[in-house]
């Protein structure tokens, strides 16, 4: 059934009461939203919570620096040892890496004249 038909089959005072209890609940929704957004505009106006934003929004930029450091001592790091002839671990692994494709390279040439 339709609540439209329930309410017309209902008794005249119920329909009141029903009725009556829905502006009420309007008015208690319409308070309520009030209530929630002051107190939210109340809370954001708060120095403390304005404190711990701030607080928090200087560990962001305090990561992003360390972070922003740490690249930059990384690649002058890798400039230094560049420049004085020195080789980091990650440059000795790529030398062994093409000394061992120029390896087996050089077998497959001397496998490929011994069968000729």
């Not at 403390?48 to 001592?73: F, H, P």
Request: aromatic share 6%.
């Amino acid at each position: 059934m339709k609540a439209t038909r329930i309410t017309e089959k209902m008794p005249g005072f119920v329909q009141e009461t029903i009725g009556q209890a829905q502006k009420r609940l309007t008015l208690i929704e319409g308070e309520t939203r009030k209530l929630v957004l002051d107190t939210w505009t109340r809370v954001r106006q708060n120095d403390s919570l304005k404190m711990v934003e701030k607080t928090i929004e200087d560990w962001r930029k305090r990561y992003d620096l360390r972070k922003t450091a740490e690249n930059i001592g990384t690649e002058y790091s890798t400039r230094a040892f560049h420049s004085f002839g020195l080789a980091t671990q990650g440059d000795v692994h790529t030398v062994e890496r093409k000394i061992d494709r120029l390896r087996s390279d050089v077998r497959k040439l001397g496998k490929a004249k011994a069968r000729k």
